[in-house]
T-cell receptor, first 109, second 114 residues
Framework: RKEVEQDPGPFNVPEGATVAFNCTYSNSASQSFFWYRQDCRKEPKLLMSVYSSGNEDGRFTAQLNRASQYISLLIRDSKLSDSATYLC??????????FGTGTSLTVIP | DAGITQSPRHKVTETGTPVTLRCHQTENHRYMYWYRQDPGHGLRLIHYSYGVKDTDKGEVSDGYSVSRSKTEDFLLTLESATSSQTSVYFCAINYGQGRSYEQYFGPGTRLTVT
């Protein structure tokens, strides 16, 4: 079983829509959780860390459910510039990170 | 900007030739990583380093070796390149302290093995 699983999409949504991505992780010992954004032919960039209490950064909201081993990312009021692949990432103690295969988002004018 | 550079950025090489990719960081980070990214597989760890001369294998280490003789440089070598090693290679560092780390990536190297 993969450490991290994501729906690859693609998600094609109109501008202004709300879209949600989900991710599950297999190892209950996972300690830290992140969403990264990757643009075409570029490196992944940290979008936000995910905390147990949930956290929000502008139009982006991330939530963690440890009991279900589930992470989510909600994007409100989608912009054309949000088009990218979103990677779910988990970390266990020991400095190793595990990456999902990514969910592709295209925001349509 | 985590101060990570990779070289070369693009390389085309022939099967059977040795190839070395370089990752350079300017901020004295202890941990450095090499990943490859392929469609359908996401990022997979090749090798990582936790200090000068301290390295360990990752998930897909076969056919690759690494060296870290200085804190700032982490080299990835394909001893005899194969077509299955055509990929995008990313270097990364860990940033943080205690139990909380984040990873930051270099711009990547696109390697094509013909």
């Amino acid at each position: 079983r993969k450490e991290v699983e994501q729906d690859p999409g693609p998600f094609n949504v109109p501008e202004g829509a709300t879209v949600a991505f989900n991710c599950t992780y297999s190892n209950s010992a996972s300690q830290s959780f992140f969403w990264y954004r990757q643009d075409c032919r570029k490196e992944p960039k940290l979008l936000m860390s995910v905390y147990s209490s949930g956290n929000e950064d502008g139009r982006f909201t991330a939530q963690l459910n440890r009991a279900s081993q589930y992470i989510s990312l909600l994007i409100r009021d989608s912009k054309l510039s949000d088009s990218a692949t979103y990677l779910c990432v988990v970390n266990r103690i020991g400095n190793q990170f595990y990456f999902g295969t990514g969910t592709s988002l295209t925001v349509i004018p | 900007d985590a101060g990570i550079t990779q070289s070369p950025r693009h390389k085309v090489t022939e099967t059977g030739t040795p190839v070395t990719l370089r990752c350079h960081q300017t901020e004295n980070h202890r941990y450095m990583y090499w990943y490859r990214q392929d469609p359908g597989h996401g990022l997979r760890l090749i090798h990582y380093s936790y200090g000068v001369k301290d390295t360990d294998k990752g998930e897909v280490s076969d056919g690759y070796s690494v060296s870290r003789s200085k804190t700032e440089d982490f080299l990835l070598t394909l001893e005899s390149a194969t077509s299955s090693q055509t990929s995008v290679y990313f270097c990364a560092i860990n940033y943080g302290q205690g139990r909380s780390y984040e990873q930051y990536f270099g711009p990547g190297t696109r390697l094509t093995v013909t």
